[in-house]
């Protein structure tokens, strides 16, 4: 089965840490390039961050580059997203997107993110 699967969501305090997973099967995923985008509550579609199938080209949106670290193991089959100094507006449902020629055409069901004290 073709699918993507996030872990790794949970409540954590400001100034905490997390690691989100994204498990991918089905598919030969060391081939695709690989996006994690967030929503926040009420709010439309983020793409925070992507990285290209022999992971050494990454992105980040200007505002998280030093907070994020986006990485995947393809031995794993598993793309993470490595979030420090975390804040409340981070807070949102965060999904693993696969990306082919520019359509986003596979979706996890996201992890949600809640940052509070």
């Known amino acids: 089965q073709v699918q993507l699967v996030e872990s790794g969501g949970g409540l954590v305090q400001p100034g905490g840490s997390l690691r989100l997973s994204c498990a991918a099967s089905g598919f030969s995923f060391t081939s695709y390039w690989m996006y994690w985008v967030r929503q926040a509550p009420g709010k439309g579609l983020e793409w925070i961050s992507f990285?290209?199938?022999?992971?050494?080209?990454?992105y980040y949106e200007d505002s998280l580059k030093d907070r994020f670290t986006v990485s995947r193991d393809d031995a794993k089959n598993t793309l993470y997203l490595q979030m420090n100094s975390l804040k409340p507006e981070d807070t949102a449902l965060y999904f693993c997107?696969?990306?082919?020629?520019?359509?986003?055409?596979?979706w996890g069901q996201g992890t949600q993110v809640t940052v509070s004290s």
């Open positions: 997107v696969r990306d082919v020629q520019g359509r986003n055409d596979l």
């Open positions: 990285i290209n199938g022999g992971g050494d080209i990454t």
